[in-house]
């Protein structure tokens, strides 16, 4: 906190002068978030009594600015599936390993360009290396970006090898809307990032 000391000369021709400084020093803190305090300086000049300095300090608000985090992507749950695809087309079970492969070949794309988006106040859905939005919700509606505050419930399965996560919000309806989707980021990075911004999940704890 910064003090400033303001005098004046009896020589001043007005009997009562305000005069007002402000003071604004920045520092940074652990995640790069920006703290400042501020300090109004006040001086009352009397001609009858000298000059006379008040000085009145206000600390600043506390302003504080999560980073951003963007889980890395993982392709094990696509190669699985794509793996016991193969493994079934080899055997001759044609039948089951078609639509396996289908939907692992599906979640090998969407691992390259879907992207979870933890930024200081929601959660977002962006696609591609510019993060671009993703439009809205095909199966309920309304932007793919969800408030931390909006959260009710979160869920992970299953933390050791994580395949799909779960989480309610009243954002979309004030009842709750339920959304799935599956493990294709980082599962830890996924499960702290969410304990961090959601708070810990109803059956969970962090590990």
């Known amino acids: 906190m910064a003090s400033a000391l303001l005098s004046t000369s009896r020589a001043l021709p007005l009997q009562n002068r305000e005069v007002g400084g402000f003071v604004r020093n920045l520092r940074s803190s652990f995640y790069g978030k920006v703290i400042y305090n501020q300090n109004f300086v006040k001086m009352k000049a009397n ?4 000059g006379r300095a008040v000085v009145t300090s206000v600390l600043g608000r506390r302003v504080t600015k999560k980073e951003t985090v963007i889980p890395d992507p993982d392709y094990r749950i696509p190669v699985v599936l794509l793996g016991l695809s193969g493994g079934l087309a080899y055997t001759n079970n044609l039948l089951p390993a078609a639509p396996i492969g289908l939907l692992g070949l599906l979640l090998l794309f969407q691992t390259t360009r ?15 290396e510019q993060l671009q939005e993703s439009g809205e919700n095909v199966f309920v509606g309304g932007k793919n970006r969800w408030k931390y505050s909006t959260f009710v419930n979160w869920e992970l399965w299953w933390p050791n090898f994580p395949i799909l996560v ?12 339920i959304h799935f989707f599956p493990v294709i980021f980082n599962g830890k990075q996924l499960y702290d990032v969410m304990v961090e911004r959601a708070g810990p999940s109803k059956t969970s704890a962090p590990k």
Do not use: C, I, M, W
């Open 47 to 50: 001609s009858n009594h000298g």
């Open 166 to 177: 779960y989480f309610k919000e009243t954002q979309t309806k004030p009842e709750g809307q």
């Open 114 to 128: 879907v992207r979870f988006v933890f930024d200081g106040e929601a959660l977002e859905v962006k696609v591609g």
